[in-house]
Nanobody, 125 residues
Framework: QVQLVESGGGLAQTGDSLRLSCAAS????????MAWFRRSPGKEREFVAR????????NYAEFVKGRFTISRDNAKNTVYLQMSSLKAGDATIYYC??????????????????WGQGTQVTVSS
């Protein structure tokens, strides 16, 4: 059974940092492209960041460039999202997702195969 379990969300103040973690099981982690999306109420899931299987390539949405860093630890089957300089607009639910197929998934959420349950990030001013 494939599971992606996020943790690390919570309450932060504007300008603070949070680190999200996502532990994967039930799949060969090193075969997976991993990504983070987020979804605000009434909106589609939007791409935040992606990392390739080895961790050598990353890609970010413009609105998080320079503030968020995605990384992975293949020995721990875990992907991380380090969030810094948090803004009010970053407050929403963040989802970890995995792509297991052979084609390049891009930023379209429909191309990702497995999803975590989400973790809430709240930012107060």
């Amino acid at each position: 059974q494939v599971q992606l379990v996020e943790s690390g969300g919570g309450l932060a103040q504007t300008g603070d940092s949070l680190r999200l973690s996502c532990a994967a099981s039930g799949l060969t982690f090193t075969n997976l492209i991993m990504a983070w999306f987020r979804r605000s109420p009434g909106k589609e899931r939007e791409f935040v960041a992606r990392i390739n299987q080895s961790g050598s390539l990353t890609n970010y949405a413009e609105f998080v460039k320079g503030r968020f860093t995605i990384s992975r630890d293949n020995a721990k089957n875990t992907v991380y999202l380090q969030m810094s300089s948090l803004k009010a607009g970053d407050a929403t639910i963040y989802y970890c997702t995995a792509h297991s197929r052979s084609y390049y998934p891009g930023r379209e959420y429909a191309n990702y195969d497995y999803w975590g349950q989400g973790t809430q990030v709240t930012v107060s001013s």
